[in-house]
């Protein structure tokens, strides 16, 4: 089931995003590194409820929270039209449908919102990711040359993106 995040996923939606980032080697954060507190993760999923610029949607089977889409508008006229978002799926998850159901879930809050155009960044040699986000309809913009350091070495990512019908 896909649906919202709410506060009383809070303490299961840290351990889920925690091990993803320790699981994965795909995310921004590296293990250990996200230190926030399911308070701090309540508090913010209670001031997603108040705007209606951000969204973050959970996939649950059997009670277990198994991947996670956060999707952001842009904050100025300029880009208010487009949303950028990161998603993760756990391991064992993967291959499973996960991914494109969180995707479709993205493309109905973005299409509700009007809005145009959907944007990530995915590490370049994220393979499975990147085949994923192709299949839903996003295409590669362009390469961030030694974007990030992952493990001590500098990876690149791509910028991809989606241009929704127009309303």
């Known amino acids: 089931m896909i649906r ?11 351990e889920l995003q925690r091990t993803i980032d320790a699981e994965s080697g795909f995310m921004l ?5 996200r230190q926030t507190t399911a308070e701090e993760q309540a508090q913010r999923i209670r001031d997603l409820r108040c705007g ?9 089977l059997d009670g ?16 208010c039209h487009s949303a950028s978002f990161a998603m993760g ?6 291959g499973r ?7 479709e879930s993205l493309h109905d809050w973005a299409q509700a919102r009007s809005l145009r155009r959907l944007e ?3 590490i370049s040699h994220n393979l499975r990711a990147i085949a994923l986000y192709l299949k839903m309809g996003f295409v590669i913009e362009g390469r961030r040359s030694d974007a990030l350091r992952v493990d ?16």
């Open 152 to 167: 001590g070495r500098f990876v690149d990512e791509y910028w991809m993106a989606k241009l929704l019908a127009r309303a």
């Open 64 to 79: 277990e929270l198994v991947g996670f889409l956060g999707a952001t508008i842009g904050g100025r006229r300029r880009n």
């Open 89 to 94: 799926v756990l391991g064992r998850f993967a």
């Open 29 to 33: 954060f590296d293990p250990g590194e």
């Open 97 to 103: 449908g996960v991914g494109t159901r969180l995707l």
């Open 4 to 14: 919202t995040v709410e506060e009383r996923d809070a303490a299961a939606f840290v």
């Open 120 to 122: 990530l960044t995915v």
């Open 52 to 60: 209606n610029q951000q969204e973050i949607v959970v996939a649950e």
